[in-house]
Nanobody
Framework: QVHLVESGGGSVQAGGSLRLACSVS????????MAWFRQSPGKEREGVAA???????IFADSVNGRFSISKDYRKNTLDLQMNNLKPEDTALYYC????????????????WGQGTQVTVSS
């Protein structure tokens, strides 16, 4: 089974940028669709962005226009570029793969990383 490890989290002021990376152990059927999710204390896990084998992407309304998602086959990573960060973006960010449907609902994704913390201060 593919193994996912997130990195790149940290603390940043509002308006700043961060780039998260998800290290992918191998490119398999489980990586034909990949996504980023986030979860804040007391809130449900929510989908942020996803990318498919054909390059199609979907974004949550809350991050559309500020975040971008991409695969780097040379580095074997799934990346999330986050610009113009807001305090409400503060969360534990997870990488996921192996979607059962092309959707940002967490329950259709089978493979998960452990998460990396992003904190945005005002």
């Amino acid at each position: 089974q593919v193994h996912l490890v997130e990195s790149g989290g940290g603390s940043v002021q509002a308006g700043g940028s961060l780039r998260l990376a998800c290290s992918v152990s191998e490119w398999t059927d489980s990586t034909s669709c990949m996504a980023w999710f986030r979860q804040s204390p007391g809130k449900e896990r929510e989908g942020v962005a996803a990318i498919r084998y054909d390059g199609n992407t979907i974004f949550a309304d809350s991050v559309n226009g500020r975040f971008s998602i991409s695969k780097d086959y040379r580095k074997n990573t799934l990346d999330l570029q986050m610009n113009n960060l807001k305090p409400e973006d503060t969360a534990l960010y997870y990488c996921a793969g192996g979607c059962l449907a092309w959707d940002l609902a967490p329950d259709v994704w089978r493979v998960w990383g452990q998460g990396t913390q992003v904190t945005v201060s005002s």
